[in-house]
Structures are given as C-alpha cells and as structure tokens.
C-alpha cells in the first residue's frame, strides 16, 4: 500500500520511543489486571477503532468575521485527500473520508477512488449543502432549501441531495447526512408547522432516490443560521422525521448541536432505545456550535457518551454500528494535527469506556448505592490509557506519537512550497 509519509521516518520515530512505551504499558498492564482487565484485549479493542475525517477539516476553517489560511492548505479535493492520507497513516483510527458537495465534486472521481484505495482510505457518508448558494446556481436559498415555500427551490435542493447520492455510490460510499440550516430569523416569518411539512414532503423525494443498502441521517441543530426557530432544531423533530420517512432514516447527533449543559448521553441513550441513533458527528464546544477539537473541553461528555454506546452495544451486539465522523472546524492550529489529535481523543473515550465494570454498575444501580455506582464511571474515566492508545498504534504500523512524528517529517513546510495559496481555497468558513 503506498504511503504519504516515507514508512522508515515513521519506524524511526517508534523505535526511539518503543522502549519507554513498553515500560508504560507494562505498568498500566498490571494496575489493570488487579482489577481483572486484560490490557491485550483492550489494545485490540482499540485497533478496531475508527472514525471517519471530514473533508472540510483538512483546510483551516474560518469564522463569520475572518479566516486566517494556513500554509499549504489541500487545494482541491485531491490534496484533501492527500492529507486524509496522512491522517491515517499517522494513527491508523481514521480509515474514511467524508466529502460534501459540491465542495468536493470532482471531474475526475476515478482518480479520487484510484488515490483512496492505494491508500487505504474509504469513503463515508457524503454530505449534503444547501445551505450556500452556489455559481451559477438557479433558486436561491435566502428563504430555506427543502423548507422553502417556493416548489422550484425545493425541486433544486431535492436534486442536489440526490445529485449527491449519485456522486457517493460512484465513490463507494453507504449514506447521506442531512443538515440544513432552513428556519425563521423573525416571529411570523414562516408558518411553524407549515415548514415542517414541506421539509418532510423534500425529504420523501430523497429517501425515495436511497439505493437498498444505504441509510440517510438526519442532522439536528439547535439554532444557527435561523435564530428565532429552526425546522430541524433538536433531536424529537428528528427522531419524528425519521419515523416518518422509514427505517432507513436515523438520526445524527453532532456534539455541537445544542444548548450548553444539555445531557447529550441522554439524547443518545433515547435515540438507541428507539432504533433512531445513526451516527456522530465529533466536536467539542463550550458556547454553541464552536465545532472545537473533539475532548478539548469537555472530555467527561464524551466518556459519557461512549459508556452510553457500551451499554447499547452490550444490548444489541454487533448489529449496533453507529457512524463515527468528526466535524471540526480548526482555526487556530495546524487541522492535520488537530484530526489525528481528535480521532485519538474519540478513541480514548471508546477504550475508557470499555473499562467501566457494567456489572458492577447495575448492581449498584439496582442497590441504588449511588456514590459506588459513579465512582464506577469515574474510575474508568480517570485511567490513562495512552498507552494502550500508543501501543494499539505502534503494532498497527502507525506513529507512537502522531504529532511529534509528523512534525518530524516535514510535511506541512513541504505543502507549503508545493501548494501556493488559491485565493477563495475550498473548505469552509461555515461549520
Ligand atoms: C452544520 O453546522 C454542520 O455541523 C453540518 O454537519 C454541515 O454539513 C457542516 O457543519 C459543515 O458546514
Ligand atoms: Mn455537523
Ligand atoms: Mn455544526
């Protein structure tokens, strides 16, 4: 398989860091075996872990007052995946790319399938955007998209969706997620129920176009950019939507989506018991949809939100297979090491969360002891597993410490004479 980043600067750095990884793991190994957990299986556990990246991660984001670029940011959809590449070779936990169109519509998707299989990449669920006007574009969006009261507005936003379904099985790809941004800024603008009903007769034009083995997932957003009301602005509207549509409708729950200090494990744990919970969209934020890296402010909810997939996952078994993607926007550093910093966070949750004794934990809960009961979580939140994280790595043929090794290689000051910037670079400003 061929590789972005030369194999030996990666073998390189693992030897130099093997020896201290073993005396850490070693060390993690027998805390946990007093507490009758096999470190082996957990380290296997963790190589099973992936998560899908974004396209649009890989440039640097933007605010709505500014965007800063960085230096050899991907260019077009290629380069995106050029850096997927290095992504995953790096941590070998984010084997998929999401695209979104029509940012990434390419006028060669051969050569995007002939890149991603020499690479080992995949594609994930593709997204949607009609949210944006695009050149040349006939209807506007102003007013809404599969909302909008004008039918030649919904007619075009229905055939983009699935325009977009077309694009993704030429690509491979299983799923299509559904955000829209439809909604009212004033009391009065639109009639509440009224665009509902239009968002759900669109919406029935596009599960009509889904291929059998494919699923649509329904993306909630609390508010932004409506502001006074949102068509599809929590996860009971879409939980409804989707019952309406079918079972290949599920919802997606992207961290960022809600108030502060909602409990999003909860939402989660609802949305399994009903059959609904499709997949993730990984972010962190501490004010709204701040799409900030996954784990940087709020590790705890993501813990949470993981110990709730163990339970759903120890319910259901192997049928239960959510779909793991991040949606960050990265502003401030440089976005390739913020997704492999990212994908390692999501996976730390999803190995803590394979400590918490469940056992243990019912029992509790059925004895009602309520402190031992969150201790449990808490003990299993508290472990540092970085070492099984790194070993999981190192015998997987990724780097033992991703940053520090792509920082070793040089590859962004590489981009940075290779790429020249293109005024108005793909990617967006708008997370
Ligand atoms: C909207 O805020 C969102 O989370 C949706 O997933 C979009 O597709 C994505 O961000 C990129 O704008
Ligand atoms: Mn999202
Ligand atoms: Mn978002």
Redesign the pocket.
Known sequence: MDKVIDHGQVAEHNAKLQQNLDADYAALGSILARRGQDIEQLTAKAQTFAVAL?S?GVGTGGTRFARFPGKGEPRDVMEKLEDCAVIHQLTQATPTVSL?FPWDKSSDPAAMREFASKHGLGFDTV???T?QDQANQEQTYKFGSLTANAKAVREQAVAHNIECIELGRALGSKGL?V?V?DGANFPGQHNLRGALERYLDSMRDIYKALPADWLMYI?H?LF?PAFYATTIADWGTSYACANELGPKAKC?V?L??HAPNTNIEMIVARLAQFGKLGGF?F?DSKYG?D?LDSGSINPFQLFLIFNELADVAQRDGDAFKPSYML?Q?HNVTDPIESLMSSAIEVQRSFVQSALVDRKALSAYQENNDVLLAAQTLKQAFRTDVSPILAMARARSGAAIDPVACYRATGYREKQATLRPPKAGASG?G??
Do not use: C, Q, R, Y
Request: proline share 4%; hydrophobic share 25%; net charge negative.
């Open positions: 974004p649009w979104h997204n949607s955007n949210f997620t955000w941004g993306e957003k932004e997606l992207d960022g989506h969209h972010n949809d799409d949606d926007s967006s708008i997370v």
